[in-house]
Nanobody
Framework: QVQLVESGGGLVQAGGSLRLSCTASGSIRSINVMGWYRQAPGKQRELVADISSGGRTNYADSVKGRFTISRDNAKNTIYLQMISLKPEDTAVYYC??????????????WGQGTQVTVSS
């Protein structure tokens, strides 16, 4: 059993900052790419940023220069530091990871999501 648990969402004014965390736990042999996605009401889920086990990062154009993804491999945890938040960043943010389980299977997992609301 593998779980991804997010934390750190909340309500913030435009221009403010938030830091999201996501920790993977369970029968984990290794973790490949981990990332953050978001879904706003009435919109499709979209990639925000992801990071490889080696630290290579990838960002959506809409968040470049404002969001920073980082990773602590020893803790099976990723972070998303968000600054200069805009109302259009309002969404449910989901953690995602490609995990090789103790049984050898490479599977994709999602967290339960954390709400980020940016007021104008």
């Amino acid at each position: 059993q593998v779980q991804l648990v997010e934390s750190g969402g909340g309500l913030v004014q435009a221009g403010g900052s938030l830091r999201l965390s996501c920790t993977a736990s369970g029968s984990i042999r290794s973790i490949n790419v981990m990332g953050w996605y978001r879904q706003a009401p009435g919109k499709q889920r979209e990639l925000v940023a992801d990071i490889s086990s080696g630290g290579r990062t990838n960002y959506a154009d809409s968040v470049k220069g404002r969001f920073t993804i980082s990773r602590d491999n020893a803790k099976n945890t990723i972070y998303l530091q968000m600054i200069s938040l805009k109302p259009e960043d309002t969404a449910v943010y989901y953690c995602n990871a490609d995990i090789r389980t103790d049984y050898g299977y490479l599977l994709n997992y999602w967290g339960q999501g954390t709400q980020v609301t940016v007021s104008s």
